[in-house]
């Protein structure tokens, strides 16, 4: 079982940068594909970005991919997201969300572990 606390929300300006951190508690963190998914109001919850376990292997969704970046650090159990220019479209609540095996998955439903969320909101 795995524990995900989200952390690093807040108001941004549009073009700016936000780093958000999921920090894991539980066993067997590396056994874990973990992913980003954020929700706006009134919208479906959206995947955004995967690595495995090892960390050597990431996939992006097309309205992320060049600007935001994912990554992990076993050491610290935390997995990041480094979000650039943003934009007003970004605003949402931001989600981290763990799977236990080894190949990346891009459907919510296959995630079975999830933090309480952060909230992101870009201003225009």
């Known amino acids: 079982q795995v524990q995900l606390v989200e952390s690093g929300g807040g108001l941004v300006q549009a073009g700016g940068s936000l780093r958000l951190s999921c920090a894991a508690s539980g066993r067997t963190f590396s056994s874990y594909v973990m992913g980003w998914f954020r929700q706006a109001p009134g919208k479906e919850r959206e995947f955004l970005a995967a690595i495995t376990g090892s960390g050597d292997n990431t996939y992006y969704s097309d309205s992320v991919k060049g600007r935001f970046t994912i990554a992990r650090d076993s050491a610290k159990n935390t997995v990041y997201l480094q979000m650039n220019s943003l934009k007003p479209d970004d605003t949402a609540v931001y989600y981290c969300?763990?799977?236990?095996?080894?190949?990346?998955?891009?459907?919510?439903?296959?995630?079975?572990?999830w933090g309480q969320g952060t909230q992101v909101t870009v201003s225009s």
């Open positions: 969300a763990a799977k236990l095996g080894w190949f990346l998955v891009t459907s919510l439903r296959l995630y079975n572990y």
